[in-house]
């Protein structure tokens, strides 16, 4: 069975740090591109970062101002976002996401798994 785990979410104060993690199994953590999206209260989910099975960052939105890093362990089939310097504005649930990469023959457009998030609260 494929499940995908997040953990690391809670309260933090502005300005605080917190680092969440995401653990995959069931599948071929290696063969798919991993990324972390989020959800307000009230509004769309958006993507945060991407990274690729070899390390590199796909994309990015928070990341490009320097506050959020996300890394992989294939080994441990784990994939981390880093969050500084935390806003209220950073408030939401989020969400680990994991994509087969298109060029691998055995890769279909339905290997595509979610977790069921992980609420992160930034408040004094």
């Known amino acids: 069975q494929v499940h995908v785990v997040e953990s690391g979410g809670g309260l933090v104060q502005p300005g605080g740090s917190l680092r969440l993690s995401c653990a995959a199994s069931?599948?071929?953590?290696?063969?798919?591109?991993m990324s972390w999206y989020r959800q307000a209260p009230g509004k769309e989910r958006e993507l945060v970062a991407g990274i690729t099975r070899n390390g590199g960052m796909t994309k990015s939105a928070d990341s490009m101002l320097g506050r959020f890093i996300i890394s992989r362990d294939n080994a441990k089939s784990t994939v981390y976002l880093q969050m500084n310097s935390l806003k209220p504005e950073d408030t939401a649930v989020y969400y680990c996401n994991a994509v087969c990469i298109a060029e691998l023959p055995y890769c279909t457009s339905d290997m595509s798994y979610w977790g069921k998030g992980t609420l992160v609260t930034v408040s004094s």
């Open positions: 069931g599948f071929t953590f290696s063969s798919y591109t």
